[in-house]
């Protein structure tokens, strides 16, 4: 079921309700809702929204404030209105169909099956408010043509993407990682992955430098060739991530919301409700409160909250907590037909490793259709990203934008990538990680995962199953 709940904001006080009265509130000041908390998140983002939701199933008191009218901050999902609107795009064209069909994500990803982000969807049971669908396939360009990244060993001899020998020696590799277990050294065929570069590991399968590429940035979704001379053990975990998603649902290893992305922070939004949390949205924040160097709480026009710690995305703290490490481009693509050799796919993901185009970094495609509830019927919607690497934006893209055939409408934005100074615990801000430009949610779990960490002191339990998302836990 679709959320309604967009402007949703503190209800007002019942007449003759006196204010909340603190002995830290300052001359002329009021309390902001409830005036004293655990934490204070600022932002609904999808990151915010999943840390609100842990602390709050947790027994902790969290006020969640955002500028916006509506979930998900630099994540939404828009409407045809608001998607033209935001680009200044004008009205949209009548033939794309009903406004209401459309929930376009701004920064499209796909969920891992078995990653670690469909273990904190169970960690809190959001799963219960939302749908899923599995992706109909992956591709990884190769040579001028897309392929299919096989999903399964009958797949893997039929595929144009190695000749016949080195179709052999991949299966060997995969039957390897399978049944690697860190654990266990009698699955490691005398070989010492902590120390055995990536690299080693390829050219002992006697693997040709095309599949190794292959391998590492479609399916241990490597973002670039640094990986190659470090250690093999974490790009063989990815791998097996990979494997087991795979596994579970036969045609992709993604899975995706229906109705988009911007489902999943009002999903925990709910979560964080329905144990005590208090939202606001429309609420802006001018000062983060410090004393000491130590943050303690917010200030609102005459209004304040303390909490023992602030938590949110970049864009709600000074320049000097925060620093640029990059930019990403992005081009929201309208289309009136799948993308072309995908066998008509009604989703689809396609990797362009950088070495492919010329690029140090990888082009990454995911196309929507109808069927996930994001556009309206005969209309695809695919989002071409990657990190920038030129002066002009339209050149980082056009390699996935000319995978896509005839573009309808097309919307590029180009986001500076932020990251915090510090870890927080000097200041009690904890800041998360701006999204990266990859069509998958695993490098912003790690961070998700440090940021949960920084604020409660422990390790999220990541031992869950994450064999399914239907049904309750």
């Known amino acids: 079921v679709q959320s309604t709940h967009r402007e949703q904001k503190y209800p007002k006080m019942a007449q003759g309700e ?23 998140v600022m932002g609904t983002g999808l990151k915010e929204c999943v840390i609100s939701g842990l602390l709050s199933v947790k027994g902790k008191r969290v006020l969640q404030v955002d500028r916006n009218g509506y979930y998900g901050g630099d994540g939404a999902s828009l409407n045809l209105t608001n998607l033209f609107e935001k680009f200044q795009a004008g009205e949209a064209p009548t033939n794309l169909g009903a406004n209401r069909d ?27 408010y939302l749908d899923f669908k599995s992706i109909t396939g992956s591709y990884v360009y190769k040579g001028g043509n897309i ?90 975990k990815n791998l097996k991530v990979y494997m087991h998603s795979l596994q579970r649902y036969g045609t992709s290893p993604y899975i995706y919301p229906i109705y988009g992305l911007g489902g999943l922070p009002e999903g925990f939004s709910r979560i964080c409700a329905i144990h005590g949390g208090t939202f606001m949205l429309n609420q802006d924040v001018d000062e983060i409160l410090m004393k000491d160097g130590k ?21 709600y703290f000074p320049k000097d907590k925060v620093r640029p490490t990059g930019r990403v481009v992005r081009c929201i693509c309208l289309l009136n037909h799948p993308v072309p050799n995908t066998n008509n796919a009604e989703s689809v993901q396609v990797v362009i490793p950088g070495p492919q185009v010329g690029r140090v970094n990888d082009v990454f495609v995911c196309s929507l259709g109808n069927a996930l509830q994001v ?24 390699p996935g934008l000319k995978i896509l055939g005839p573009i309808l409408q097309r919307f590029t ?57 239907e049904g309750d836990y």
């Open 18 to 40: 006196q204010p909340k009265n603190f002995d830290w509130l300052p001359e002329g000041m009021e309390a902001l809702a409830d005036g004293e908390y655990d934490a204070i």
């Open 102 to 128: 459309y929930n376009v994500d701004l920064i499209p990803k796909f969920i891992m099956a078995c990653g670690n982000l469909t273990k904190m969807l169970l960690h809190t049971k959001v799963t219960r």
């Open 147 to 236: 392929l299919k990244v096989p999903a399964t060993p009958s797949e893997a001899l039929q595929s144009s993407l190695m000749g016949i020998f080195e179709k052999r020696r991949f299966r060997k590799f995969l039957i390897f990682v399978d049944q690697y277990d860190e654990a266990n050294a009698a699955t490691h065929e005398g070989r010492d992955l902590t120390t055995m570069t990536m690299r080693e590991l390829y050219t002992a399968f006697g693997m040709q430098p095309d599949t190794h590429q292959f391998i590492s940035h479609s399916m241990c979704l490597e973002l670039d060739e640094a990986h190659m001379d470090k250690p093999a053990l974490p790009t063989i």
């Open 295 to 315: 943050a303690y709480g917010v200030k609102a026009g005459n209004q304040m909250a303390t909490a023992k710690m602030v938590i949110g995305d970049p864009s």
């Open 375 to 398: 556009t309206s019927q005969g209309i695809y919607v695919a989002i071409v990203s990657t990190v920038a690497e030129k002066a002009n934006p339209d050149e980082d893209v056009t």
């Open 413 to 469: 934005s180009v986001s500076t990538v932020m990251e915090p100074v510090s870890d927080g615990h000097d200041d009690n801000c904890f800041i998360s990680k701006s999204f990266d430009a990859t069509s998958h949610f695993e490098s912003d779990c790690d961070d998700l995962l440090s940021l949960y960490k920084r604020v409660s002191g422990e390790d999220l339990d990541m031992n869950i199953n994450a064999d399914s998302v």
